[in-house]
Antibody
Framework: EVQLVQSGAEVKKPGESLKISCKGS????????IAWVRQMPGKGLEWMGI????????TYSPSFQGQVSISANKSITTAYLQWTSLKASDTAVYFC????????????????WGQGTMVTVSS | DIQMTQSPSSLSASVGDRVTITCRAS??????LNWYSQTPGRAPKLLIYTASSLHSGVPSRFSGSGSGTEFTLTISGLQPEDVGSYYCQQTYSSPQTFGQGTKLEI
């Protein structure tokens, strides 16, 4: 079964660092892009950025460039989303998602999603 | 960034109704438009890709149409399990922006 399994909920204080994970299984991890999508409480979906685990090619949304870091470790088929200094406004559910077809994310819908990781940032 | 605008933002309908949600793009995205549904506390699910292709396992009451800048999602014969939020997404260019969502109540 193709699946993405994300790490568990996190509660952090402003200024702390955090790295959440998304483990892929049941498919060739290195040949499919993996995206990160934010959903703030009661709000819609926001595309943050995407990584190609084969060579760690990354594209960020301008809205998130410099605010987060995306990475992947293909040896353990896991992608990551990282913050160095969290803010209260980072409170959200974060999803990872995989496109339908391998090799490109252009013109390619997301058909496999992780279950989401709730990140709460509060003093 | 390409802006995606959905209408309406919310709607209420009855079981058996035909429901239409519209998504407009701020520039021509050809047919690179997808539709997702989401229920509270769950991950989004793909319904329609490239404007009109039904994703595997999705009931045939869901259909999509459009190209260029205007697209529609139609649910023919609304079912109780269709309650939730619906999002369009363009995959023509990066960042692959989503619409703001349409909340469907029954």
């Amino acid at each position: 079964e193709v699946q993405l399994v994300q790490s568990g909920a996190e509660v952090k204080k402003p200024g702390e660092s955090l790295k959440i994970s998304c483990k892929g299984s049941g498919y060739s991890f290195t040949t499919y892009w993996i995206a990160w999508v934010r959903q703030m409480p009661g709000k819609g979906l926001e595309w943050m950025g995407i990584i190609y685990p084969h060579d760690s090619d990354i594209t960020y949304s301008p809205s998130f460039q410099g605010q987060v870091s995306i990475s992947a470790n293909k040896s353990i088929t896991t992608a990551y989303l990282q913050w160095t200094s969290l803010k209260a406004s980072d409170t959200a559910v974060y999803f990872c998602a995989r496109p339908r077809a391998s090799g490109s994310y252009f013109a390619n819908a997301f058909d496999v999603w992780g279950q989401g990781t709730m990140v709460t940032v509060s003093s | 960034d390409i802006q995606m605008t959905q209408s309406p933002s919310s709607l209420s309908a009855s079981v058996g109704d035909r429901v239409t949600i519209t998504c407009r793009a701020s520039q021509n995205i050809k047919s690179y438009l997808n539709w997702y549904s989401q229920t509270p506390g769950r991950a989004p699910k793909l319904l329609i890709y490239t404007a009109s292709s039904l994703h595997s396992g999705v009931p045939s009451r869901f259909s999509g149409s459009g190209s260029g800048t205007e697209f529609t999602l139609t649910i023919s014969g609304l079912q109780p399990e269709d309650v939730g939020s619906y999002y369009c997404q363009q995959t023509y260019s990066s960042p692959q922006t989503f619409g703001q969502g349409t909340k469907l109540e029954i």
